[in-house]
């Protein structure tokens, strides 16, 4: 069974950094595209970040851009999502997601896996 497993979320004040970490179990995706997406309560789900297979290549949401930092690494097969300079306005659940392909995508639909979700609250 194919899991992508989310670490770092959890409560940190307005100003602060968080690390999201994911790694996948049951197949490696070094040669996939993956992100970040995320969605708070009442909210539609929203792309956060993109980075292709490579590292290369990254895409950010305009709310994001400039604090949070996508990477990876393939020998570990994992990515990671640095947010720094947290708002309030980022508390929602945070999901590791990637394609079957290794370009990046923006939306949804283009993603075919799915982690569980982590919380990340940015309190005022």
């Known amino acids: 069974q194919v899991q992508l497993v989310e670490s770092g979320g959890g409560l940190v004040q307005a100003g602060g950094s968080l690390r999201l970490s994911c790694a996948p179990s049951?197949?490696?995706?070094?040669?996939?595209?993956m992100g970040w997406f995320r969605q708070a309560p009442g909210k539609e789900r929203e792309f956060v970040a993109g980075?292709?297979?490579?590292?290369?290549?990254?895409y950010y949401a305009d709310s994001v851009k400039g604090r949070f930092t996508i990477s990876r690494d393939n020998a570990k097969s994992t990515v990671y999502l640095q947010m720094t300079a947290l708002k309030p306005e980022d508390t929602a659940v945070y999901y590791c997601?990637?394609?079957?392909?290794?370009?990046?995508?923006?939306?949804?639909?283009?993603?075919?896996?799915w982690g569980q979700g982590t919380q990340v609250t940015v309190s005022s």
């Open positions: 997601v990637a394609r079957s392909r290794s370009g990046l995508g923006y939306k949804p639909s283009e993603y075919a896996y």
């Open positions: 049951g197949r490696s995706f070094s040669s996939n595209a």
């Open positions: 980075i292709n297979w490579s590292g290369g290549s990254t």
